[in-house]
């Protein structure tokens, strides 16, 4: 069963140095959240840490950026996919099928990401928090009832997540 997945990742022909892990770095251990996968991405330039919960019918993430240098993301799901994004901390900056979405801090937008295309984020130097709930074609029907997605990502996240580090 395919999951929904929405993993920011760095072009790796400009990162060939880049070092993948599921551990937290103990400097920023403080971010991190129990009973979720970590997925993270260590560079000179960054530190990325993805942390998921994958649910049957759909994912919920929440995002802890470290970005020392200007530098753009990319996210190529295999499949369509729909994403309830929050901007806890900074402004998110997305290009989703060439098309600009600026989602301004504690903000909440519904994305749908086509197959096929490297969709991405222009990250300046700084800290980005976010979190979302992502689902599959199938389930989309999840994101169009706001109050239960909503809901979701509170009851995961909400209160952990906007409290200052």
């Known amino acids: 069963k395919k999951l929904s997945c929405m993993l920011f990742q760095l072009n790796q022909q400009e990162h060939p140095d880049a070092i993948y892990s599921s551990a937290i770095p103990e400097e920023y251990a403080s971010v991190s959240l129990p009973e979720h996968s970590a997925h993270v ?3 000179d330039r ?5 942390q998921t919960i994958h649910k049957e019918d759909y994912s919920l993430w929440v ?11 990319f996210v190529q799901p295999e499949d369509k996919q729909y994403s309830l994004y929050y901007t806890i901390e900074n402004m998110a ?3 989703i099928k060439d098309e600009q979405r600026i989602i301004p801090p504690h903000e909440f ?3 749908e990401l086509p197959p096929g295309y490297h969709h991405c984020g222009a990250f300046d130097k700084g800290i980005y928090r976010s979190m979302h709930l992502t689902v599959n074609e199938k ?3 999840i994101l169009q009832d706001q109050d239960y997605a909503t809901a979701l990502l509170r009851e995961y996240y909400l209160d952990v ?3 200052p580090h």
Do not use: G, R
Request: hydrophobic residues 50%; charged residues 5%; proline residues 3%.
């Open 63 to 73: 995002n802890n950026f470290f970005i020392h240098t200007p530098l753009l993301l």
């Open 139 to 141: 389930n989309k029907s």
């Open 109 to 111: 937008c519904v994305l």
């Open 46 to 50: 960054c530190t990325l840490i993805h």
């Open 41 to 43: 991405t260590i560079t």
């Open 161 to 163: 997540a906007i409290q």
């Open 93 to 95: 900056i997305l290009i």
